[in-house]
């Protein structure tokens, strides 16, 4: 029996995993949590083979939270879900030490068969992905924002979305100075002006998808 955590901030998207992850005669959820914060403590606790996390949630993110359980030597494996559907992003990812990458637009197939594979201590990678990782390492390929720390990079996201640095602050747990600081440190080794520069050079590398009518972040 393959037990499973499960960590995203969205109930709805906790609640579609139960449905399909409650009909396999191989596999438990044992837990739910709401915030990596939450997530870890669970992982801890219950120590559950298979701990599918969201990698963006207000505090800590997925990507700390996959760095915390491979520094603690937890049991736990990562399969890390996300929107974002482009190789260097999962690259980070998988060098923080998740086992699988999947963007939650997978299909209810292709999340069962990763779940088991990562169970099984192997890694899965969803197929879009894996053929991006391997043509970027053959063109020699790099992206600017693998210089980014993790926490940056979840600043930097932030704020192409339009969010204020206040915002930023109280959703991730810092204070507004700590996220002024990161804002200017990710700006510089982007080596970009102002934020509609950040948000043009992030849809360049395919980290966000343009949208038609929105307005631009300041």
């Known amino acids: 029996m393959i037990r499973l955590l499960l960590v995203d901030d969205h109930e709805l998207v906790r609640t579609g995993f139960k449905l399909i992850l409650g009909q396999q005669s191989d596999m438990q959820v044992v837990?739910?949590?709401?915030?990596?914060?939450?997530?870890l403590h669970l992982i801890r606790s219950l120590a559950p083979d298979?701990?599918?996390?969201?990698?963006?949630?207000?505090?800590?993110?997925?990507i700390e939270l996959t760095e915390r359980v491979i520094r603690a030597q937890l049991s736990t494996r990562i399969v890390v879900l996300?929107?974002?559907?482009?190789?260097?992003?999962?690259?980070?990812?998988?060098e923080a030490g998740a086992l699988g990458y999947l963007t939650k637009g997978c299909a209810a197939n292709e999340l069962l068969t990763a779940i088991r594979q990562v169970a099984d201590g192997r890694r899965y990678l969803a197929p879009d992905v894996a053929q991006q990782l391997a043509l970027a390492t053959l063109?020699?390929?790099?992206?600017?924002?693998?210089?980014?720390?993790?926490?940056e990079m979840e600043v930097a996201m932030m704020l192409v979305r339009g969010k204020p640095i206040f915002?930023?602050?109280?959703?991730?747990?810092?204070?507004?100075?700590?996220?002024?600081?990161?804002?200017?440190?990710l700006m510089n080794?982007?080596?970009?002006?102002?934020?509609?520069?950040l948000a043009h050079l992030m849809e360049a590398h395919s980290l966000i998808e343009?949208?038609?009518?929105?307005?631009?972040p300041k």
């Open 31 to 39: 837990g739910e949590a709401a915030s990596a914060e939450e997530g």
């Open 50 to 62: 298979v701990a599918l996390v969201d990698v963006h949630m207000p505090g800590m993110s997925g």
């Open 82 to 94: 996300t929107v974002i559907n482009d190789a260097r992003f999962p690259r980070r990812l998988l």
């Open 139 to 151: 063109d020699g390929e790099g992206s600017p924002f693998e210089q980014l720390s993790a926490r």
């Open 167 to 185: 915002v930023i602050a109280e959703q991730l747990h810092l204070s507004p100075k700590t996220v002024s600081t990161y804002k200017q440190r």
């Open 189 to 197: 080794k982007l080596e970009v002006e102002n934020l509609i520069a």
């Open 210 to 216: 343009p949208r038609a009518g929105a307005s631009s």
